[in-house]
C-alpha cells in the first residue's frame, strides 16, 4: 500500500525558509515513470501545483515560484523534500506531497500539513 506523509514545521516567520519532507512507503521514489509532487492550497484558493522531481532525480518548478523553490530528495529514506524561501503571509497553505503516474494524473496523496506564516 502506497503512503505518503508530510511533515514540517506549522508556523513559519516571514522571510525565512520553509522546509518540508515527504515520507514516501509501498514503493520507491526511484520507480520507473513516476515522479513526486508538492502541491499547496491558500484559505480560499484552488490547488497550486508547486514542483516535481522525477524518478532520475530532475525537478521542475513553478515558474512564479522558481527563486524561492527548489525540490530534492533522500533515495536512502524514500524521501523527497520542498524548500520555500522568504516566505511571505501568502504562502501560508495546506501544503501535499503527491505521486505522477505521469500526465498529471495524481493518485496518491498525503493527508497535507498546515503552514502558517506570522511573526
Known amino acids: 500500500q502506497v503512503q505518503l506523509q508530510e511533515s514540517g514545521p506549522g508556523l513559519v516567520k516571514p522571510s525565512q525558509t520553509l522546509s518540508l519532507t515527504c515520507t514516501v512507503s509501498?514503493?520507491?521514489?526511484?520507480?520507473?515513470?513516476?515522479?513526486w509532487t508538492w502541491i499547496r492550497q491558500s484559505p480560499g484558493k484552488g490547488l497550486e501545483w508547486m514542483g516535481v522531481?522525477?524518478?532520475?532525480?530532475?525537478?521542475y518548478i513553478r515558474p512564479s515560484l522558481k527563486s524561492r523553490a527548489s525540490i530534492s530528495w533522500d533515495t536512502s529514506k524514500n524521501q523527497f523534500s520542498l524548500q520555500l524561501s522568504s516566505v511571505t503571509p501568502e504562502d501560508a497553505a495546506v501544503y501535499y506531497c503527491a505521486r505522477d503516474r505521469g500526465s498529471g494524473e495524481y493518485d496518491y496523496w498525503g493527508q497535507g500539513t498546515q503552514v502558517t506564516v506570522s511573526s
Open positions: 522531481i522525477g524518478y532520475l532525480g530532475s525537478t
Open positions: 509501498g514503493t520507491s521514489i526511484t520507480t520507473k515513470y513516476l515522479a
